[in-house]
């Protein structure tokens, strides 16, 4: 994903600064960045949404980054 104002951190940067806050409490893996799910004739992939606890739904990476900005 290319940098932008929105998102001014690569991938590595990003590894690098969880790794430096969580050590080694967390696993870090590379994950496409999935924005559409194409299917027809009721043959392919099905999209369904994951409902989250609420902690982990409040997280706002956009906060994250505005905070770690200051």
Request: contains cysteine; aromatic residues 8%.
């Amino acid at each position: 994903m290319p940098i932008s104002k929105d998102n001014p951190y690569n991938y590595e940067q990003i590894k690098e600064m969880f790794k430096k806050r969580f050590e080694d409490a967390i696993e870090i893996i590379s994950v496409p960045n999935i924005t559409e799910v194409c299917h027809g004739r009721k043959v392919g992939w099905s999209v369904k949404e994951i409902k989250l606890d609420k902690e982990t739904e409040f997280i706002s990476a956009t906060k994250i980054r505005n905070d770690n900005m200051v």
